[in-house]
């Protein structure tokens, strides 16, 4: 795996699983009906509503925007849920479907790696 970028991590823990980027209300609702578990999600704003329904069973989420006192961050600590913060990656659809991983580095900070192809 490679690291493809860094950001505040909402907790200190780890996650593992296939990153999905989701940018629209029915990609949310594609991912529930095929199944959530062992999923990363990957969105541009830290919209807590947008990911309602999948959100408790997320195993972790990326967010190109938003900080640790946002909304998104706060509900996933409460999930226990592992959120990578305002992370920059140029071209995110590029990473729909590749295995990742969150990886808490030191503090606040957390990394996100790809596998390589």
């Not at 996933?76 to 592992?82: A, G, M, V």
């Not at 990742?100 to 900070?109: L, P, Q, R």
Request: contains cysteine; aromatic residues 4%.
């Amino acid at each position: 795996m490679h690291k493809i970028g860094q950001g505040l991590i909402s907790l200190k823990l780890n996650a593992e699983g296939e990153l999905r980027y989701i940018t629209t209300v029915q990609e949310v609702i594609a991912l529930l009906k095929e199944g959530v578990d062992g999923k990363i999600v990957l969105v541009d704003d830290a919209g807590t509503t947008f990911l309602a329904p999948v959100l408790s069973k997320l195993t972790g989420v990326v967010c190109l925007s938003g900080a640790l006192g946002s909304h998104l961050a706060i509900v996933t600590r409460e999930f226990e849920i592992p959120a990578l913060m305002g992370i920059a990656i140029d071209n995110p659809s590029e990473l729909n479907g590749k295995k990742a991983m969150i990886k808490h580095d030191e503090g606040t900070s957390g990394s996100l790696y790809v596998a390589n192809d």
